[in-house]
């Protein structure tokens, strides 16, 4: 039935669009507008519940008989926001909802376009009403604000006098000096990152001789109990620092000396506080460091915002005397990492600061570097945060399906020899000798895995990853089956150029003469290349290119590696804060398409017609410990609410695979089952619109699987709250 809004006809929305009825706008499907009920109403038979709405995303407004606090109040502001004697109008906003807990994350939920690669393609018809539902807005009385939200406003702090001193740059920087943490807790932290955690921007040395210069040179002014007053001398001093271009060195100790001690910069102060940030968001979420701490800092998940926090301050900083180089870039591309697992990968503040990496990178030069230049540590530097800044990129465009904002077409991607940071840092003959005992291809011999072992497979896949985008993001009719199988066939060349050393084996996991580190790094590159493939398999597929077999051979392996991350867990306890952001990338994809078609063989009866071969037992069972793994997956995870809702439709999948459904000769339904699902409830459970994902024509209606893209997606679209990712 229609409201009485619709004045006999179908609302629209602000697009002009037709608004949906109630039942198919909150389980977000497709809906006929049919008057008076729609059709998939009529099928569910849950006609009471068919209305048409013309705005409902606006909350009722509670009459002046109901209204028991006023919306508007004026009141003074307190002495630490503003002048005690002027009053001003505050908006208080009325939440019918609970107020999130402080262990949720961060409640701003993203919004944006999604392209063609993105989960919620299915949900494009009602785009315009998703992102707003959700949103928790934060009066000055909330205990918690989000990072990336609290940081925003610090922009205006940049308003600055004609002097340093007493200036809002000086007050900001004493805040971010007063939250370093004490000596001996930054000793702990450095002292996991170094033995624990990866950075692709400086080396981890770096930073630890940055924080080291730090307490030594301003041991005074960092002494505890801390005095504002030398805080602000401190302050002053980095903030004129930060006013001089700082000259380049194409060696470490020249580079060094240049950003530390009396010369110590905002953007190297940054950096130190984005290796404790790492170091913070590595370790278990019980460990016993935590309780030795004060305040919200006895929370990881507090913590590490904090800590981040200061980084953006870093950065804010910096860019007073809008200089650019490249320890800012590094400073730029560690915070863009900690923001995705803060806020999540594909949230509008981590695409704003990929555009501002990006920017940098590209303002620097680091694009066009000329080849054939002499090796140093600054000229290694160099091509490792580009190479780093273009991985980034490419997987967020495919996150988010929106078009990178670098081609390899018009970069030069220059690969950085597979040498150790500490060799790097030393150069000089140690340099040159590492250098000539590398192979023709530049890989080291040793089999060692260093950082630049990783970014140099990454980047040798991510042009392949950028041309395949182009077909997904591009001209349809540019795709041809030439082109795809050239692709799969380079993403597989590619893979075995790679020396031995870096190729994953099921018996590294057995072997206790391989180390864990050795086994993750393998294991990860494996499940990356199985992505790619994976992504080029589907669109075969649907081009009618390939029959699907090697699609679900490549499938059920990336399922069993991901499933293999967490049985393997207790070896890993530095990365369980990427578990979620793991199983969205390889976990769901996987899972999706073998779910698929297993459905259609358990659909056709056996022989009618040509099947693909799929181990119906591995395959379930993999399932089942997939289940597990979401399960497992702790609230305070960016994408917490996403893997208890497809772990729900996992176990419905599964139950309509391993229970089929009587065929259509069955008798009906009794009325008393019918009542129960014309009162919301189906099988005894409570109806949930994120379930209702087509199951109602039991296994005839097979077709919304195929129209979700389970490879990528804005995950925060169907969260509750877009919570943090350190779980």
């Known amino acids: 039935m229609a409201s009485n809004g619709a004045r006999g006809g179908l609302p629209r929305r602000r697009n002009g669009k037709q608004q949906a009825c109630e039942p198919c706008r909150k389980a977000k499907v497709s809906c006929d507008h049919t008057l008076p009920t729609c059709d998939r109403c009529r099928r569910r038979q849950v006609t009471n519940k068919c209305v048409y709405l013309a705005a409902p995303m606006t909350r009722p407004v509670p009459d002046a008989g109901t209204r028991s606090e006023p919306l508007i109040t004026k009141a003074p502001l307190t002495p630490s926001t503003g002048s005690s004697g002027s009053p001003v109008a505050s908006i208080v906003f009325k939440d019918t909802c609970p107020k999130p807990n402080p262990e949720s994350g961060p409640f701003i939920k993203s919004g944006g376009f ?76 450095l002292g996991w990152y170094m033995e624990k955690c990866h950075g692709c921007e400086l080396p981890k040395e770096a930073y630890v001789d940055l924080a080291n210069s730090l307490w030594t040179t301003y041991a005074r002014q960092l002494a505890e109990p801390r005095r504002p007053e030398k805080l602000e001398a401190m302050s002053t001093i980095l903030c004129k620092n930060a006013e001089t271009a700082l000259e380049e060195f194409e060696d470490y100790e020249r580079w060094f000396i240049s950003c530390s001690g009396a010369n110590m910069r905002w953007e190297a102060l940054g950096g130190v506080f984005g290796a404790l940030t790492t170091a913070v968001l590595s370790l278990p979420e019980r460990d016993p460091f935590f309780s030795s701490q004060r305040g919200d800092r006895r929370s990881r998940r507090n913590f590490s915002i904090e800590l981040k926090d200061c980084v953006q301050a870093c950065i804010t900083l910096s860019n007073y005397m809008d200089l650019i180089n490249v320890p800012m870039v590094a400073l730029l591309l560690k915070n863009l990492i900690l923001q995705t697992v803060i806020s999540g990968d594909v949230s509008l503040v981590v695409w704003r600061q990929l555009g501002d990496l990006v920017s940098a990178t590209t303002a620097l030069g680091l694009h066009r570097l000329t080849p054939g230049q002499p090796v140093t540590f600054t000229s290694e530097m160099k091509k490792r945060i580009f190479n780093a800044t273009f991985i980034c990129n490419m997987g967020n465009s495919l996150l988010t399906g929106r078009p990178p904002a670098l081609c390899h077409r018009m970069c030069h991607l220059q690969l950085p020899l597979d040498v150790s940071d500490e060799v790097l840092m030393k150069g000089g003959e140690e340099l040159q000798r590492a250098i000539a005992a590398l192979d023709s291809n530049g890989w080291n011999r040793e089999e060692k895995i260093y950082i630049n072992s990783s970014v140099r497979t ?27 199988k050239d692709l799969m066939n380079r993403i597989e060349q590619t893979y075995d150029s790679f020396p031995n050393y870096l190729k994953f084996n099921m018996a590294d996991v057995s072997d206790l003469d391989v180390p864990d580190v050795k086994v993750w790094m393998r294991l990860i590159l494996r499940l990356m290349m199985l992505e790619h493939r994976l992504l080029l398999e589907r669109l075969a597929f649907k081009q009618n290119i390939l029959d699907g077999q090697s699609m679900v051979d490549c499938a059920r392996e990336m399922l069993e590696l991901t499933v293999l991350i967490w049985v393997q867990r207790d070896r890993f306890i530095e990365h369980h804060h990427d578990y979620d952001w793991m199983l969205m990338c390889w976990g769901i994809p996987s899972s999706g398409v073998l779910c698929v078609e297993l459905l259609k063989q358990t659909k056709q009866p056996q022989g009618t017609q040509h099947m693909l071969r799929i181990p119906r037992s591995e395959i379930v069972q993999n399932l089942s410990l997939l289940i597990g793994f979401l399960e497992w997956i702790k609230p305070s995870a960016g994408n917490y609410q996403l893997c208890g809702r497809m772990r729900q439709i996992i176990k419905r999948i599964l139950d309509q695979i391993l229970n089929p459904s009587p065929p259509s000769s069955a008798p009906p339904a009794s009325s008393q089952e019918s009542n129960g699902e014309a009162n919301g409830f189906e099988n005894g459970l409570p109806y949930d619109p994120m379930l209702d994902v087509g199951f109602d024509d039991g296994l005839d209606n097979l077709e919304w699987l195929n129209t979700v893209d389970w490879s990528r997606g804005p995950w925060v679209d169907l969260q509750d709250f877009s919570a943090t990712k350190c779980g």
């Open 114 to 189: 999604f392209g063609p690669t993105n989960f919620s393609a299915v949900f494009l018809e009602n785009s315009s009403n998703l992102g707003h539902d959700d949103i928790q807005i934060s009066n000055d009385s909330d205990p918690y604000v989000a990072s990336y939200e609290s940081l925003q406003s610090q922009t205006f702090l940049m308003l600055a006098g004609k002097e340093p001193g007493g200036s809002p740059r000086v007050a900001l920087g004493a805040k971010i000096l007063n939250a370093l943490p004490d000596q001996q807790t930054c000793r702990f932290l």
């Open 458 to 484: 990454r980047t040798l896949l991510a042009p392949i990853l950028n041309e395949a985008l182009e077909l997904f993001l591009g001209d349809p009719q540019n795709i041809t089956g030439e082109i795809i």
